[in-house]
Nanobody, 125 residues
Framework: QVQLVESGGGLVQAGNSLRLACETS????????MGWFRQAPGKEREFVAA??????STYYADSVKGRFTISRAKNTVYLQMNSLKPEDTAVYSC????????????????????WGQGTQVTVSS
């Protein structure tokens, strides 16, 4: 089992920054990759970013490239969000996969085995 707890959400004005953290516990040695997803009201959950635990390869959605940065330190994964826009408003959740994955589908929710509860990010215009 792997437990995930997000923190760092809040209310910010457009153009500002936030850093989200996802602290992992449990069988963290079994994690192959970590991802961040978000879900806005009335919309489906969408991929934001992911990072492999070996090698540190990173992947981003086109909508956040150049603005968001995913990183990892020990058992915590971070999502640095800069130049935030109102359309970034959503509940952000982190996820972990404990199985070898195909990078071609790292954006899909089905490869992830564990999920956090989520943290709300609201960007005002």
């Amino acid at each position: 089992q792997v437990q995930l707890v997000e923190s760092g959400g809040g209310l910010v004005q457009a153009g500002n920054s936030l850093r989200l953290a996802c602290e992992t516990s449990g069988r963290t040695f079994s994690v192959y990759a970590m991802g961040w997803f978000r879900q806005a009201p009335g919309k489906e959950r969408e991929f934001v970013a992911a990072i492999s635990t070996s090698g540190g390869s990173t992947y981003y959605a086109d909508s956040v490239k150049g603005r968001f940065t995913i990183s990892r330190a020990k058992n915590t994964v971070y999502l640095q969000m800069n130049s935030l826009k109102p359309e970034d408003t959503a509940v952000y959740s982190c996820a972990a996969t404990v199985r070898p994955y195909n990078i071609m589908i790292i954006e899909t929710t089905k490869i992830y085995d564990y999920w956090g509860q989520g943290t709300q990010v609201t960007v005002s215009s």
